[in-house]
């Protein structure tokens, strides 16, 4: 099946600063990805629908300037959270749209990326 | 898509099947039942789908009922790596925008 990764696993951060999180799509490329966040003993939400080559499109709710997208090629969407604060701290996700024959284009998911904010 | 009702946690012993119902009473025709599970701090891991008929994989099977408002996810002989939660989720066919996540059910698999 097809392969998406992310780094930083985890990341701790003061207040203020400025974290990025990489989603890859490994052995396929994907024209859309997806950023999820999830609270803890909550479920996943959609923050914002990456495109390779155009902007992204942000949910209802996400401040599109602390949340910065950046899906530059194929394989590759960033995640910049600017000045993160402790309310920044949670689980994120992205996932990978991939042709795989289902009925509909199915999304691969990586394995998240643990903020935390001090 | 259509909204789906899951029971927020269950308990089932190592070797036995586990049973996860879930409630999808407005889905349309041309609505799939996918179901994803996700084991603690990683990301979701699809698991089985299906429009009518039951399904039966690796993994799991798909019971789905004649009417189609219900389904039942049973895994043959869980495992203490089952210990998840999973999540029900009504797809349409050949959407590819985002998935409603609900709570999921949470899975115990005990020893």
């Known amino acids: 099946g097809a392969v998406v990764s992310q780094h930083p696993s985890w990341v701790i951060c003061k207040s203020g600063t400025s974290v990025k999180i990489e989603c890859r799509s490994l052995?396929?490329?994907?024209?859309?990805m997806f950023w999820y966040r999830q609270f803890p003993k909550q479920s996943l939400m959609l923050m914002a629908t990456?495109?390779?080559?155009?902007?992204?499109?942000?949910e209802q709710g996400v401040e599109k300037d602390k949340f910065l997208i950046n899906h530059a090629s194929l394989t590759l969407s960033t995640l910049t959270v600017t000045s993160a604060h402790p309310e920044d701290s949670s689980f994120y996700i992205c996932?990978?749209?991939?042709?795989?024959?289902?009925?509909?284009?199915?999304?691969?998911f990586g394995p998240g990326t643990r903020l935390t904010v001090l | 898509d259509a909204k789906t009702t899951q029971p927020p946690s269950m308990d089932c012993a190592e070797g036995r099947a586990a049973n996860l119902p879930c409630n999808h009473s407005?889905?349309?025709?041309?609505?799939?039942v996918y179901w994803y599970r996700q084991i603690h701090s990683q990301g979701p891991q699809y698991i089985i789908h299906?429009?009518?008929?039951?399904e039966t994989n690796e993994m799991a099977s798909l019971i789905i009922t004649e009417d189609r408002k219900s389904s039942t996810l049973i895994l043959p002989h869980a495992t203490l790596r089952d210990t998840a939660v999973y999540y029900c989720?009504?797809?349409?066919?050949?959407?590819?925008?985002?998935?409603?996540w609900g709570l999921g059910t949470s899975l115990a698999v005990n020893p």
């Open positions: 996932s990978a749209l991939s042709p795989s024959g289902r009925p509909y284009n199915e999304q691969f």
């Open positions: 052995d396929f490329q994907a024209t859309t």
């Open positions: 990456s495109n390779e080559g155009s902007k992204a499109t942000y």
């Open positions: 407005t889905i349309s025709g041309n609505e799939y």
């Open positions: 299906g429009l009518k008929n039951n």
């Open positions: 989720i009504v797809i349409r066919a050949g959407n590819n925008r985002k998935l409603i």
